[in-house]
Protein backbone atom coordinates (compact mmCIF):
# COMPACT_ATOMS: atom_id res chain seq x y z
CA UNK A 1 0.00 0.00 0.00
CA UNK A 2 0.91 3.43 -0.32
CA UNK A 3 2.82 5.56 2.72
CA UNK A 4 4.02 8.66 3.63
CA UNK A 5 6.18 8.07 6.39
CA UNK A 6 7.45 11.50 8.61
CA UNK A 7 8.52 10.80 12.33
CA UNK A 8 5.51 11.42 14.53
CA UNK A 9 7.95 11.94 17.11
CA UNK A 10 8.31 16.04 18.01
CA UNK A 11 12.02 17.43 16.87
CA UNK A 12 13.58 19.11 20.01
CA UNK A 13 16.47 21.46 18.91
CA UNK A 14 18.25 24.39 20.11
CA UNK A 15 18.36 27.40 18.51
CA UNK A 16 21.11 28.34 16.21
CA UNK A 17 21.19 24.71 15.09
CA UNK A 18 19.83 22.81 12.43
CA UNK A 19 16.83 20.87 12.53
CA UNK A 20 16.49 18.03 9.57
CA UNK A 21 13.17 16.42 9.10
CA UNK A 22 12.56 13.30 7.08
CA UNK A 23 9.94 12.09 4.97
CA UNK A 24 10.11 8.84 3.27
CA UNK A 25 7.68 7.65 1.19
CA UNK A 26 6.50 3.98 -0.74
CA UNK A 27 5.34 2.91 -3.68
CA UNK A 28 4.40 6.59 -5.26
CA UNK A 29 6.66 7.74 -8.16
CA UNK A 30 5.90 11.66 -7.34
CA UNK A 31 6.76 14.22 -10.29
CA UNK A 32 7.57 16.37 -7.56
CA UNK A 33 7.30 16.61 -3.57
CA UNK A 34 6.27 19.90 -1.76
CA UNK A 35 6.99 20.62 1.97
CA UNK A 36 4.40 23.25 4.15
CA UNK A 37 4.22 24.27 7.15
CA UNK A 38 1.60 24.66 9.58
CA UNK A 39 0.96 26.23 13.04
CA UNK A 40 -1.70 24.89 15.66
CA UNK A 41 -5.28 25.42 14.47
CA UNK A 42 -4.14 27.14 11.08
CA UNK A 43 -4.24 26.56 7.66
CA UNK A 44 -0.65 24.80 6.30
CA UNK A 45 1.63 27.36 4.45
CA UNK A 46 3.53 26.48 1.49
CA UNK A 47 7.61 26.76 1.94
CA UNK A 48 9.49 24.94 -1.54
CA UNK A 49 8.72 22.28 -4.07
CA UNK A 50 11.09 20.41 -5.70
CA UNK A 51 10.63 18.20 -8.79
CA UNK A 52 12.32 14.66 -9.23
CA UNK A 53 14.90 15.83 -11.47
CA UNK A 54 16.13 18.38 -9.01
CA UNK A 55 18.53 16.78 -6.06
CA UNK A 56 18.63 19.83 -3.78
CA UNK A 57 16.39 23.25 -3.65
CA UNK A 58 17.43 26.24 -1.04
CA UNK A 59 15.27 29.13 0.33
CA UNK A 60 17.04 31.37 2.57
CA UNK A 61 17.73 28.99 5.74
CA UNK A 62 16.14 26.15 4.08
CA UNK A 63 17.29 23.69 2.31
CA UNK A 64 15.14 20.25 0.56
CA UNK A 65 16.60 17.43 -0.61
CA UNK A 66 14.98 14.65 -3.19
CA UNK A 67 16.23 11.19 -3.18
CA UNK A 68 14.20 9.47 -5.49
CA UNK A 69 16.18 6.08 -5.54
CA UNK A 70 15.82 5.83 -1.51
CA UNK A 71 12.72 7.54 -2.52
CA UNK A 72 13.17 9.99 0.78
CA UNK A 73 13.19 13.78 0.76
CA UNK A 74 15.18 15.92 3.77
CA UNK A 75 13.40 18.99 5.10
CA UNK A 76 16.32 21.24 6.51
CA UNK A 77 16.24 24.59 8.50
CA UNK A 78 19.55 26.15 9.19
CA UNK A 79 20.29 28.66 12.08
CA UNK A 80 17.30 27.42 13.97
CA UNK A 81 14.67 30.09 15.42
CA UNK A 82 11.70 29.59 18.22
CA UNK A 83 9.77 31.28 15.36
CA UNK A 84 10.48 28.20 13.54
CA UNK A 85 8.55 25.94 15.98
CA UNK A 86 5.44 24.61 14.11
CA UNK A 87 4.47 21.46 12.47
CA UNK A 88 6.28 20.28 9.25
CA UNK A 89 3.97 18.20 6.50
CA UNK A 90 5.52 16.68 3.50
CA UNK A 91 3.49 16.12 0.28
CA UNK A 92 3.36 14.35 -2.75
CA UNK A 93 2.00 14.71 -6.22
CA UNK A 94 0.03 11.58 -6.27
CA UNK A 95 -3.05 11.49 -8.56
CA UNK A 96 -3.77 14.20 -5.82
CA UNK A 97 -1.40 16.01 -3.79
CA UNK A 98 -1.21 13.55 -0.68
CA UNK A 99 0.21 14.96 2.89
CA UNK A 100 2.15 13.22 5.75
CA UNK A 101 1.27 13.33 9.25
CA UNK A 102 3.49 15.66 10.05
CA UNK A 103 6.34 16.67 12.19
CA UNK A 104 6.43 18.80 15.29
CA UNK A 105 9.67 20.81 15.26
CA UNK A 106 10.11 22.43 19.16
CA UNK A 107 12.85 24.63 18.91
CA UNK A 108 14.08 26.11 22.21
CA UNK A 109 16.57 29.21 23.36
CA UNK B 1 -4.93 40.37 -3.43
CA UNK B 2 -7.28 38.70 -0.95
CA UNK B 3 -6.04 35.52 0.45
CA UNK B 4 -8.62 32.14 0.85
CA UNK B 5 -10.65 32.67 3.21
CA UNK B 6 -13.46 30.04 5.23
CA UNK B 7 -16.41 29.90 7.39
CA UNK B 8 -17.80 29.16 9.85
CA UNK B 9 -14.27 29.27 11.74
CA UNK B 10 -15.95 26.80 14.41
CA UNK B 11 -19.40 24.91 14.64
CA UNK B 12 -20.92 22.28 16.71
CA UNK B 13 -23.32 19.88 15.57
CA UNK B 14 -24.74 16.38 16.48
CA UNK B 15 -25.16 13.35 14.69
CA UNK B 16 -27.48 13.16 11.80
CA UNK B 17 -27.34 16.76 10.80
CA UNK B 18 -26.17 18.30 7.86
CA UNK B 19 -23.30 21.08 7.31
CA UNK B 20 -22.18 23.02 4.67
CA UNK B 21 -18.88 25.00 4.85
CA UNK B 22 -17.84 27.44 2.74
CA UNK B 23 -14.82 29.20 0.90
CA UNK B 24 -13.52 32.23 -1.39
CA UNK B 25 -11.09 31.33 -3.14
CA UNK B 26 -7.54 33.33 -3.98
CA UNK B 27 -8.21 35.95 -6.27
CA UNK B 28 -7.57 34.92 -9.79
CA UNK B 29 -7.16 31.82 -8.88
CA UNK B 30 -10.06 28.90 -10.43
CA UNK B 31 -9.23 25.94 -8.82
CA UNK B 32 -10.54 24.87 -4.85
CA UNK B 33 -9.71 21.81 -3.32
CA UNK B 34 -11.52 20.29 0.04
CA UNK B 35 -9.04 18.68 2.67
CA UNK B 36 -10.04 16.93 6.29
CA UNK B 37 -7.76 16.55 8.85
CA UNK B 38 -8.07 14.85 11.61
CA UNK B 39 -6.47 15.85 14.96
CA UNK B 40 -2.78 15.01 14.97
CA UNK B 41 -3.14 13.97 11.42
CA UNK B 42 -2.33 15.26 8.05
CA UNK B 43 -4.52 16.62 4.92
CA UNK B 44 -6.79 13.64 3.45
CA UNK B 45 -7.75 14.99 0.13
CA UNK B 46 -11.97 15.14 0.44
CA UNK B 47 -12.11 16.39 -3.40
CA UNK B 48 -11.39 19.22 -6.21
CA UNK B 49 -13.75 21.22 -8.31
CA UNK B 50 -12.43 23.32 -11.50
CA UNK B 51 -14.59 25.24 -13.45
CA UNK B 52 -17.84 24.56 -11.43
CA UNK B 53 -17.18 20.51 -11.68
CA UNK B 54 -16.10 18.05 -10.16
CA UNK B 55 -11.94 17.35 -10.92
CA UNK B 56 -11.36 14.96 -8.98
CA UNK B 57 -12.23 12.51 -5.73
CA UNK B 58 -10.57 10.58 -2.25
CA UNK B 59 -11.85 8.16 -0.43
CA UNK B 60 -15.03 9.93 0.77
CA UNK B 61 -18.81 8.61 0.62
CA UNK B 62 -21.04 10.42 -0.93
CA UNK B 63 -22.37 12.02 1.36
CA UNK B 64 -19.61 14.55 1.30
CA UNK B 65 -20.71 16.59 -1.61
CA UNK B 66 -19.68 20.40 -3.14
CA UNK B 67 -20.50 22.83 -5.44
CA UNK B 68 -17.82 25.35 -6.69
CA UNK B 69 -20.01 28.68 -8.25
CA UNK B 70 -18.82 31.24 -10.88
CA UNK B 71 -16.74 33.59 -9.04
CA UNK B 72 -14.63 29.89 -8.06
CA UNK B 73 -15.82 30.03 -4.00
CA UNK B 74 -16.86 26.84 -3.27
CA UNK B 75 -19.10 24.72 -0.79
CA UNK B 76 -18.47 21.84 0.93
CA UNK B 77 -21.68 19.64 2.46
CA UNK B 78 -22.01 16.84 4.74
CA UNK B 79 -24.73 14.74 5.33
CA UNK B 80 -25.83 12.63 8.43
CA UNK B 81 -23.03 13.81 10.39
CA UNK B 82 -20.80 10.93 12.26
CA UNK B 83 -18.48 11.57 15.08
CA UNK B 84 -15.86 10.61 12.68
CA UNK B 85 -16.56 13.92 10.89
CA UNK B 86 -14.91 16.04 13.64
CA UNK B 87 -12.06 17.45 11.90
CA UNK B 88 -10.43 20.68 10.41
CA UNK B 89 -11.94 21.13 7.14
CA UNK B 90 -9.19 23.09 4.71
CA UNK B 91 -10.11 24.92 1.62
CA UNK B 92 -7.26 25.49 -0.93
CA UNK B 93 -6.99 27.60 -3.87
CA UNK B 94 -4.75 27.28 -6.77
CA UNK B 95 -4.86 27.81 -10.92
CA UNK B 96 -4.88 24.85 -13.07
CA UNK B 97 -6.87 22.30 -13.71
CA UNK B 98 -4.29 19.69 -13.25
CA UNK B 99 -5.15 17.52 -9.95
CA UNK B 100 -1.79 18.56 -8.37
CA UNK B 101 -1.21 22.14 -9.68
CA UNK B 102 1.49 23.26 -7.54
CA UNK B 103 1.72 25.34 -4.28
CA UNK B 104 -1.96 25.25 -2.39
CA UNK B 105 -2.59 28.28 -0.70
CA UNK B 106 -4.74 27.01 2.13
CA UNK B 107 -7.59 29.22 4.42
CA UNK B 108 -7.71 28.65 8.32
CA UNK B 109 -9.81 26.18 8.03
CA UNK B 110 -13.62 25.53 9.80
CA UNK B 111 -13.81 23.48 13.00
CA UNK B 112 -16.72 21.21 13.01
CA UNK B 113 -17.07 19.04 16.03
CA UNK B 114 -20.00 16.45 16.20
CA UNK B 115 -21.60 15.20 19.62
Known amino acids: SQKIEQNSEALNIQEGKTATLTCNYT??????LQWYRQDPGRGPVFLLL?????KEKRKERLKVTFDTTLKQSLFHITASQPADSATYLC????????FGTGTRLQVTL | ETGVTQSPTHLIKTRGQQVTLRCSSQ?????VSWYQQALGQGPQFIFQ???????GRGNFPPRFSGLQFPNYSSELNVNALELDDSALYLC??????????????FGEGSRLTVL
Open chain 2, 49 to 55: YYREEEN
Open chain 1, 27 to 32: NYSPAY
Open chain 2, 27 to 31: SGHNT
Open chain 1, 50 to 54: IRENE
Open chain 1, 91 to 98: ALDASKLT
Open chain 2, 92 to 105: ASSFGANLVAGELF
